[in-house]
């Protein structure tokens, strides 16, 4: 059986969920109707972009190349920023949807 992650999403926006360790965030928060939400899948629009809370970094995979590529664009000033679409759960987090004005 796989590990179980705590996702939380800050405030009383949504109840925390438990997932999968690895598990595709895209699909499993949209039929949840989470507060995160999503554009392409596929790492190019930023619509999924998000902050996990800091000391939480280890509970998410290393950013990918999509992130990798796209973050430094979108939220320079945001070191704790994922795309939500690429990032795969391995453990507790928290995370937010990243608004950028
Ligand atoms: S949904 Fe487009 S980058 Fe994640």
Redesign the pocket.
């Known amino acids: 059986m796989p590990k179980q992650c705590k996702i939380s999403f800050g405030g009383d926006t949504h109840p925390p969920m438990q997932v999968d360790e690895g598990s595709n965030l ?1 699909e499993i928060l949209d039929i949840a109707n989470s507060p995160i939400l ?12 998000i902050n996990v809370d800091a000391g939480e970094e280890e509970g998410a995979s290393p950013r990918n190349e ?1 992130e990798q590529a ?1 973050i430094p664009i979108l939220a320079p000033d945001h070191p704790h920023a994922r ?4 990032m795969r759960p391995q453990g507790d987090l928290t995370i937010r949807p990243l608004r950028l004005e």
């Open positions: 895209s999503f554009g392409c899948r596929t790492g190019i629009c930023g619509t999924c972009l999509e796209l795309l939500a679409c690429q």
